[in-house]
């Protein structure tokens, strides 16, 4: 299981408090608006002299510049490695987690303020915009005010540059609905007060707003992962290491880029890229309004364009997404390429003893059907007999099955050995569908055999040899001929998560015997005995064919003659096959959220629905 910890980058109290927190310049425009109350008849005097304070901010400029910036970030021509998604129904179960947690209330270390108390809050997404929506309490360390009660719209503007995400806060509106007075009562209860300072502050929010810092978090690299190849080898395993190798994961430096529309937030991210075909901007900040908002529109649907076209061309677009809370799209050629620069040039070397005991179940062994070949012309004219029997004997063999048996042999076999290998590389496909093992593997020991053939349950008798036996102790060595080993990578879809499968593909390999089973069967004396001349029939034709044939599987006459003469093995192993499953959770500090996730054919795609749903999708 993985598990992915976005704390530092998603922390929502801190980015709720960002928007509404007041600070000690916010303290000096209140102050400042207090004084606007008290000289409402010099109103274009005061209303110059708080534009100098506190030069108002234009929002639409700060949409404007932010659309800019995330269009600087995305580039066209580029493969992005992931695709996030955040949908509406996600954020209020953030915004609902937030408000159960018994972290409403935030302490001010300032001698004005107190402490300040969320006591509702919503967020919505907007056009490259995330929206808020907070009911909060100030209370004041202040000798005529105890608190005020608000209700404030506000907006954050996101956007990356570079490896730094930021956060440009502005204010749609600030409502009073209550001031707590000390000694003052009265006051409390004057409705027209409120409303004269609501009236107030809509006039000047844009100076409001011109006070507000731009906030920024920068995205540390992902740091570079070093893993020993020893550690991955269980103890007691038998397994002796001769050269260790060391798997490097790169560190990753992160750059995104950020698309808002009401129906949710979508990041799409680059690993040590950096765009290059930057996106200019055009000149607005001599336009009005009208035309200011007509440039975002178009600056909106482009950004919307692009994220649409990159998304399609990186990653799958599976039909489950559209139901999903929070969706997760990592490329697979992503996957491919760091993994293949971590396994590159791995050289990692490593030895192992192993030994065997076990008997073998008689078996039949069969034999080829002979042919036979009669006398013709002449020679049936001087010998017509021996051309009638033999014509015959032809056709009775032609009745008989294409392969005969010509006895059983079972028996028990033990060996020990060592095995030796050394692993260069190993490189997986783009579409992450295969793996490619670069070896060099070799082998040898001691084998021991003693294995009996019974020639009476077939057509050994024939050849007056019922009995044989097969007894030896031959050194031997090998390798494997295969260059490289070769697995089949296949991703298999659950309801619940996906399964990585990897099917490695057979294996040839060749052993060499020090004596061949033909000599170990002449020097047994008891084989002379029991069979005499049909020794010499059955030792190349029987010989280790029945060992082979049946132990091994070799079915070509060729390879078993080999074997039995030679003591010569070319065969072909079937590996064990592995099954591992995926999952995959994303922690915050509202909760921890599974993410289902899905094979597909550019991306392993992740999706979280609400756990009140039974499923996100099948198996698409």
Known sequence: ?????????????????????????????????????????????????????????????????????????????????????????????????????????????????????????????????????????????????????????????????????????????????????????FLTRQKPLYKLLNNILSQHLANLNGTLKTYHVKLKPLPQDNIQVST???????VSIETDATITFKGLKPQFSININPDGMRMLGLFNADPVNAFECPSYQAMDLSEKKRVFMVLDKELKNRFESIDKRNFDTPEWEANSQMTVKIRNGFLSSNLNEALSNLNFRFSANKSFA?????????????????????????????????????????????????????????????????LNNIVFDDTFSSVAIAQDMSFSGKLNYDLTYHGYEGIGFLLSCPYLQFKGNPNFSGSIKNPELVADITKTNLADGCTLSIRPRPIQYQIQLSSSPVEDMFTNIRNHLTCG??????????????????????????????????????????????????????????????????????????????PTATSLVSNK
């Open 1 to 185: 299981m993985h598990t992915t910890n976005i704390y530092k980058w998603f922390d929502l109290k801190k980015n709720l408090m960002v928007i509404s927190s007041p600070s000690k310049s916010h303290v000096r425009f209140a102050l400042v608006l207090v004084l606007a109350v008290l000289f409402q008849s010099c109103g274009l005097f005061l209303k110059g002299s708080i534009n100098r304070k506190f030069p108002p901010v234009i929002t639409q400029d700060m949409k404007i510049a932010g659309a800019c910036k995330n269009l600087n970030a995305l580039d066209t021509t580029l493969n992005y490695d992931v695709s996030m998604q955040l949908r509406k129904q996600m954020l209020d179960s953030l915004v609902s987690e937030l408000l159960k947690q018994n972290t409403r209330s935030i302490v001010f270390d300032q001698k004005e303020l107190d402490s300040l108390v969320i006591k509702d809050a919503s967020l919505a997404f907007g056009e490259q915009e995330l929206l808020a929506n907070t009911e909060q309490k100030l209370y004041l360390s202040h000798k005529r005010l105890k608190n005020v009660e608000y209700e404030v719209n506000a907006a954050l503007i996101p956007y990356y540059s570079g490896d730094t995400l930021y956060l440009n806060p502005y204010f749609n509106s600030i409502k009073i609905k209550h001031i707590g007075f000390k000694g003052l009562g």
């Open 232 to 238: 991955l080898i269980s103890a007691g395993s038998g």
């Open 358 to 422: 076990q008997d073998i179940p008689r078996a039949g062994v069969y034999v080829p059907r002979p042919g036979l070949s009669c006398p013709s012309g002449w020679r049936c004219v001087i010998n017509p007999g021996f051309c009638a029997a033999c014509n015959v004997a032809k056709h009775a063999l032609n009745v008989l099955p294409s392969r005969i048996k010509a006895g059983t042999i079972g028996g028990s076999a033990n060996g020990s050995g060592s095995i030796s290998c050394n």
């Open 533 to 610: 001349a049909g020794i010499r029939a059955l030792g190349i034709t029987f010989g280790l064919g029945s060992i082979v044939g049946n132990a091994f599987k070799l079915d070509d006459l060729a390879q078993i003659a080999d074997a039995a003469l030679f003591g010569k093995y070319d065969s072909e192993l079937e590996l064990h096959s592995m099954d591992l499953p995926i999952q995959y959770t994303v922690q915050t500090p509202y909760g921890n959220f599974p993410l289902i996730p899905h094979w597909g054919q550019k991306s392993i795609n992740a999706g979280y629905v609400a």
